[in-house]
């Protein structure tokens, strides 16, 4: 049978991780969550509001059974990132961080030279860095030189819903990788989710394809099905693609033949 | 005396400690994190650490994220 | 929550229609079946072997939980197709049918006017005609219009594993169908089971793909979860897609700025 | 007397009921269909179905399928 | 070298057809047929409007070089299509017809049992039959068996610029059929129209994707060009498709090495 | 009409920029080089054979028509690139180079940090820089602020004609660049260099797709086609895509309506 | 009386050859196709074809088409 | 006395100018680039640098590539 996913020696019984942004509502996202079977989910560090009181995100989250993974979304430099990670690791009381260093606004591409700068220091620190990177096999194996726990290659623009556009690079990256890939942003539909199992994935982290679904209880539901279904059909191997047809019934044997 | 509290002016009638300070903001200290001057504060030096006139402070906390 | 499957009166707890050919042994068919929460497979009609004894399919079927379709494979007229479904009809004790006229060896593709004769034919004799043929939505319609109680459109050549081929036909198909919408041969892998339930069918029916993958249980096994993902999905409402990314993360509020 | 079964010539002592014609193939008549020229044979009517010298016959049952 | 195009033993120098509808005038229409290089274009038939005098589309044809092909579309029956189709000839006086049974308003797809229909009668009475039908194989050798000098198979919807949706039946059509096999709607740019040729077809058929561009003129000389790039491509042999690399430049001799 | 292409000041006629490995032979690299139109063409920086006089490949290139752009192909570190490229420079009296610098030996995909590190030494040195990277808009746009005089990033593998992986990328890195982007490596047959075209790059560079052609000449002549199509469908406006049929001949005046 | 012309009614004093009925609608027959009755009118025989009291006719041409 | 020539020993009689080891190799120096002690040599000073015992030298030229 399948091991379960183990990233820096933790191990997760789900090999789908999701957000908690973007949600209708607390409730909704806490539904949503138990209806994915994550048990790691990852979590935005920004400045409390002083002028109001906010009820908190963590009451919406059995942090006994799931684990939190900060990140440092909207960080633009190495140095920020830093920063923000080490906010997140004060606050969060681990030192796991998905290390996000932006390199542009409009696609939301990782800037892959201040990422590795992070990496590095971050490493050296002690995180658990699981950095989101290109589909790139190059930068992919840096960053695990560098000390990344995992890889986390980019599937399509954070948001988009666009499906993996690039299954070679992400087949390529699983076969090179030393260290687990989960496929990051860009999965739209539960489909996408069960490609990038199908490429070898160790495992899917997304957001938006949740929690601004229809109804996001069952589109989680339908992912965590998904990610099992990719997984389940990458071990078991696929047929081969074939451009014309083979019976699946015998050709013989057939009434008034 | 001001400090700039998340990037804003905030005053305060004299120098307080981290803890002093997130009481006077009634913020929970258990779900949020402290920079003093760039520097993360731990948690075991709320109660020491002072935050005086000048200084810069940042107070966050998890919202939601993907 | 969802509505199960019905055709022509009869409830299915599963969406997932499975075939009986091309495994490794009637064991492996049967631990597959089960994987596969199936309640309905096909089976072909053939000549008994005279010369030696076999043991027999339905040994390998629990025929109190499956409901068995006949098809008439291999048959290139309307007439022998005929002759099949009646001969299956009289073996199986009931009066269904998955009707195949094939025209053409190589692509296995259904010579859709002998198809439309047959299903007439049939219809008039009291069977319930699934006929399989091509994703063109004028063609499903006529079928349906001729009596057909569920349309069953390719995605592929039998066989092939290609995959949805025109996913634009099949929604469309669907959107236009009174009758159920099963989705028959091309599917390759789970993935391709659940683009197919996204699009909207009602059902999708496979052979090859699991039977023919390296560990036909295993795969089995994620065709049910990929089948119930996909109908989770289309329930639920994907995200649209766009051509650049929207953050996750709030924009406001990070450290620094 | 020769008839033609599944298409290929068989032999016969005399004619045969089909149940007779099945129980001398040790065929289980409970998952067969049998076609005599060219109709189907309802299971009632085995017994008094009679397959003459020259008849037609086909006897199907289920096999694997897609 | 290549052969020209040639139906029913009439000779062709361009594998383009195109259309003569949905032009923002006819003088711009006329343009684009001369950038199109195509000698061959396709008219409906339509009643005259007694009410007002309008200027006649012949007035922008030059029918000493271009080769009209009246068509039947939005007829629904076999019927009303041969009626057109005899129209058409009285008109145009010429035996030819590119014969359209629309089974579908929001697809346009073909009827193909009217198709079939109206193609026997009318070859019958001596017309050179090219009919618009699907990516279906075996509908095309029925086609072709009934005496179509062509077959059109479509690649995507009229007029939806979707390009061809399902390659692998148009290259199996090409393979299979004895008569020569016209791509006829769904191409939306240039490369959609390359594609086609490179799947082996015979010429391609286009209306909207020249007619509706921003710049039709500019684009009905991209389409000339990408034809016969399509063509030249499928004739030189393309290199297969690899899932790694192979270096272009020698691997030895590298300095310092 | 269109302007030509313009790299650091100097005029291209041709979009085009093809190479000079891996042809059957010289002659027929020549022909295929005329076919092309192409005004530019790599060549590999190789130490001389001593033990052996081989013809040079330079009596088979008109270099008073065709600009030679040295490549460092095969270098994995930024030091050798530069090293090649001070090399390129005094062999070919010209101080452009297409700078590779390879990460990676099953993907030749670049070593981006060692790339930009590269460029910036070579930009300071005077020359002009072309380097050949990822489809990441983020590299490209600090590849140009790092000097480069174009971007290259690359549409799939090297030689491995898989067509243009992920356009929705290449067609941002378009957009956003300040500098010409030509797409380099993973073009197959004509149509994949009509695709990179339409997506709005300003050139188009390969070598296998041609070199490696059943007729190398012919697929030379396709792809120039190929390349000026799709610059002209780009150029034109393409009509939008749809999901259905929108007629191109008149509803109206239909014949016994 | 009166005609069926292109699916609407249509006034005529008089009986009229199809050549008549073109001319007086002021249509160039070369560039047109007549169906009398259902059937193509061959256009040599215009001048002796007679449109009647009740009869149906179509008069098409080419338009823009794909 | 040996250099190292495009990464093989290479024996000379004595030490030569790039232009007479050039000669010597029978290499057209219009085509070629020479590499001396890892610093390129311009082709003006091909008759002044010369070539020492243990010296390092490349010569390259283009070959056919993408």
């Known amino acids: 049978m399948d091991q379960p996913l183990v990233i820096a020696g933790r191990v997760f019984s789900s090999r789908l991780i999701v957000g908690t942004g973007k949600y209708p509502s607390h409730a909704i996202m806490k539904a949503a969550h138990e209806a994915s079977g994550a048990d790691m989910v990852t979590v935005a560090v920004r400045r409390v509001d002083i002028s109001r009181k906010t009820e908190s995100l963590l009451d919406y989250i059995d942090t006994s059974k799931i684990f939190l993974l900060p990140n440092t979304a909207a960080c633009y430099t190495a140095d920020d990132a830093i920063r923000t990670a080490r906010l997140g690791r004060e606050a969060g009381m681990s030192n796991w961080v998905k290390l996000e260093v932006i390199g542009d606004e409009q696609t939301l591409f990782p800037d892959n030279e201040g990422l590795l700068e992070a990496t590095r220091v971050l490493v050296k620190e002690g995180f658990v860095v699981l950095p989101y990177t290109n589909d790139d096999p190059v930068m992919c194996r840096k960053l695990a030189e560098a000390g990344a726990a995992a890889v986390m290659p980019l599937g399509a623009p954070v948001g988009s819903g666009l499906g993996i556009q690039n299954p070679n690079n992400i087949r390529i990256i699983r076969e090179q990788s030393k260290v687990p890939v989960i496929v990051d942003a860009g999965v739209g539909t539960a489909s996408d989710a069960a490609v990038a199992m199908e490429l070898g994935a160790d495992g899917v982290l997304m957001n938006t394809a949740i929690a601004g679904a229809g109804d996001p209880v069952s589109m989680a539901r339908a992912m965590r099905l998904a990610v099992e279904a990719g997984r389940l059909a990458f071990l078991a191997g696929r047929i081969p693609r074939k451009s014309y047809a083979s019976a699946s019934s015998p050709l013989h044997g057939v009434v008034g033949s | ?66």
């Not at chain 2, 200290?29 to 006139?53: C, F, G, T």
């Open chain 2, 1 to 66: 005396m001001t400090i700039k509290l998340n990037g804003d002016p905030h005053e305060m009638p004299q120098p307080l400690s981290v803890s002093a300070l997130l009481a006077a903001l009634d913020i929970d200290p258990r779900r949020v994190a402290v920079e003093h001057n760039l520097a993360v504060v731990k948690k075991a030096a709320y109660d020491s650490a002072l935050v005086q006139d000048g200084d810069e402070v940042e107070i966050v906390n998890f919202v939601g994220g993907g």
